[in-house]
């Protein structure tokens, strides 16, 4: 199975590439994509060379399905009697994964910023407490890849989450708020290992802080610092959908 691929295609890989080198760390088949990939990057700095007048560079073939065509300057994958669809679709997954420069060098700059920093910390810690994606997190913000950032925050759950963060909270600190039929909370910041359900006893809460972790991706995922009035009760941790604005008594004359 044999297809090409345009020197504008690599160009546009190398250009990427340089940007988000740290890919696949947790892969394990990340020494074969490794090898794929200087592959290709051979071929695109063998063209490169020859395009601008180096016509004794050498070229170093890097894997046996990669090769390439003097004559078109183009990139020739042959995998000779394999041909399936991973073999097939295997050097464009690649190349997708690289196809906007401009998009993967704003990325790396935005990395920076206190808001994606902000962003960061939230997925990193409910991640971390659902277990998912350590090795993500592990090798911290500044080995961080955009195809390893679309992973962790362009899926269903992490939207929720960055909803559920970026959203205006309904109660603000110190002000007093009732408490739903249903009712959980958690004794730590970081959340527990169980849910924990709040007495029918204790009817209302002040508002400590309206900023805390989320740890859930459902509606009303956002989390309070709340201490129960009228008892002995430390501070607890409260999501906005076990909440609702306290009724006011009408004294009647």
């Known amino acids: 199975m044999e297809k090409r691929y345009s020197f504008a295609q690599l160009e546009q890989f190398a250009k990427a590439y340089s940007l988000n080198s740290q890919e696949l760390l947790h892969d394990p088949q990340t020494n074969f994509y490794k090898s794929i ?3 290709i990057l051979e071929v695109y700095h063998f063209l490169y060379e020859r395009c601008n007048g180096r016509i004794d560079v050498i070229f170093n073939k890097r894997h046996s399905w ?3 065509d003097l004559e078109t ?3 020739i994958y042959d995998t000779k009697t394999r041909d399936d669809e991973w073999s097939r679709t295997l050097i464009d997954l690649i190349l997708d994964m690289y196809c906007n420069y401009e998009e993967i060098k704003e990325f790396e700059e935005s990395k920076t910023d206190d808001s994606f920093i902000n962003l960061y910390d939230v997925l990193k810690t409910y991640y971390e407490q659902k277990g998912y994606f350590y090795n993500i997190f592990n090798i911290g913000l500044s080995r961080l890849t955009f195809a390893d950032w679309q992973r962790v925050s362009d899926n269903e ?3 929720k989450v960055i909803k559920a963060y970026k959203s205006e909270p309904l109660y603000q600190i110190g002000e007093l708020v ?3 039929e249903n009712r959980e909370y958690t004794s730590k910041r970081e959340g527990d290992n169980a849910p924990r359900f709040i007495p029918k006893e204790i009817d209302t809460v002040m508002i400590l802080s309206n900023t805390e972790p989320i740890l859930n991706a459902r509606k009303g995922a956002k989390r309070y610092k ?6 002995t009760w430390k501070p607890i941790w409260i999501e906005e959908a076990f909440m609702k604005k306290l009724k006011r008594k009408v004294n009647k004359q």
């Open 226 to 231: 709340v201490v129960p009035v009228g008892n």
């Open 157 to 159: 759950y992490a939207k």
């Open 178 to 180: 009732s408490l739903r």
């Open 37 to 39: 990939k200087q592959a």
């Open 73 to 75: 300057n183009e990139m």
């Open 66 to 68: 990669i090769s390439c």
